[in-house]
């Protein structure tokens, strides 16, 4: 079976796991306090431009999104997202079983725009009844989303003011930063990232790592006591020089960008060959999901040899799924994808 079902099948680069193995005896302090975790912490500073942020390693995408989001929401206020955020659809309800009502916003292609969110915001004030509904005081987004697209600078820097406009923090998830970064139509930069959100996290378990994601928090505000709220919700590893010592790995020598871009080129190549099939696409974007609608006569086929993910019916005879590539696909794996995808189309 070969997978494009997702992009953690396998388990780590072997630079991260050099590095786990040539320290595996030394003894360190626990909870993130060691020296790794700190050159670690220092790295991901200088490289977003922020010497003055606080970093933190957490175990996993959901623990992150709700500690994050449980640090900067009062009992009363909720987060806005998209309708298909992954903190919406994909993490078994973890916000809101901590009190914290997730405020779905419409979406075609997995973002939401400054104007919803100003929109949002003014029809809330705008209600004289508004003490009686969820105050919003966050914004969710990822890089990239769930379907894969991302956003642009002059996006984001929209975003950015209408969120200071009416004074809510704005949180980027980035599990899958990396390929984001690395599109070929990316804007965007670790700097830029910096400067405009309160709080974002650069993803080591979807990019290289075993586990793992970064925590960058530039807001006074989101930072005092985080590692309470870290340790409340489960994300505090008490090994955690293996955090530190996974992103100085992936951060030290451009490791991080390098397979991200593996990736995004491999998903490309797919891309081409369903392109010129004539295969439509659920969504367009030039990161490492793709989202083909296939007739299902093929699909059913197509499970006896590869692994992939359904995403939804389109028509009684049609089916949008998603193929991942990731850090670790191979390219003979996406040869014979690819072959296939010449031969049932063959015209």
């Given amino acids: 079976m070969i997978r494009f079902n997702c992009d953690y099948s396998e388990g780590a680069h072997e630079k991260v796991l050099e590095k786990i193995a040539a320290t595996n005896m030394e003894q360190t302090e626990g909870y993130g306090r060691d020296g790794y975790s700190m050159q670690a912490k220092e790295l991901i500073k200088k490289l977003c431009g922020r010497t003055d942020a606080d970093v933190h390693f957490l175990v996993g995408g959901t623990q992150t999104n709700l500690t994050v989001i449980s640090a900067g929401l009062r009992p009363y206020q909720g987060v806005i997202a998209a309708r298909t955020g992954h903190i919406n659809i994909h993490e078994t309800g973890a916000v809101e079983a901590c009190g914290h009502k997730v405020l779905a916003l419409s979406s075609e292609d997995g973002k939401i725009t400054a104007g919803q969110v100003e929109d949002y915001c003014r029809a809330h004030m705008e209600d004289s009844d508004r003490e009686h509904t969820v105050q919003p005081k966050m914004v969710y987004i990822s890089q990239s989303t769930e379907l894969g697209t991302i956003y642009r600078k002059e996006e984001l820097e929209e975003l950015a003011g209408v969120c200071r406009k009416n004074g809510l923090f704005l949180f980027m998830d980035g599990a899958r930063l990396g390929y984001a970064l690395a599109a070929s139509d990316n804007t965007l930069a670790l700097e830029d990232l910096g400067r405009l959100c309160d709080v974002f996290y650069i993803g080591g378990t979807k990019v290289g790592a075993l586990f793992g994601e970064a925590v960058v928090i530039t807001n006074p505000f989101l930072k005092e006591d985080f590692r309470y709220m870290i340790k409340q919700k489960g994300g505090m590893l008490a090994k955690g020089r293996l955090l530190g010592l996974q992103f100085l790995a992936l951060l030290e020598d451009g490791l991080y960008m390098k397979i991200s871009r593996?990736?995004?080129?491999?998903?490309?190549?797919?891309?081409?060959?369903?392109?010129?099939?004539?295969?439509?696409?659920?969504?367009?974007?030039?990161?490492?999901?793709?989202?083909?609608?296939?007739?299902?006569?093929?699909?059913?086929?197509?499970?006896?040899?590869?692994?992939?993910?359904?995403?939804?019916?389109?028509?009684?005879?049609?089916?949008?799924?998603?193929?991942?590539?990731?850090?670790?696909?191979?390219?003979e794996d996406v040869e014979q994808l690819v072959g296939d995808i010449e031969k049932i189309y063959a015209k």
């Fill in 262 to 331: 593996h990736a995004d080129g491999l998903a490309e190549e797919l891309r081409e060959a369903f392109h010129k099939a004539g295969v439509p696409f659920l969504v367009e974007n030039t990161t490492n999901q793709l989202f083909p609608i296939l007739p299902d006569d093929i699909l059913e086929k197509w499970k006896e040899k590869y692994s992939f993910s359904y995403q939804q019916r389109v028509d009684q005879e049609h089916s949008a799924v998603r193929f991942c590539t990731s850090w670790a696909t191979k390219k």
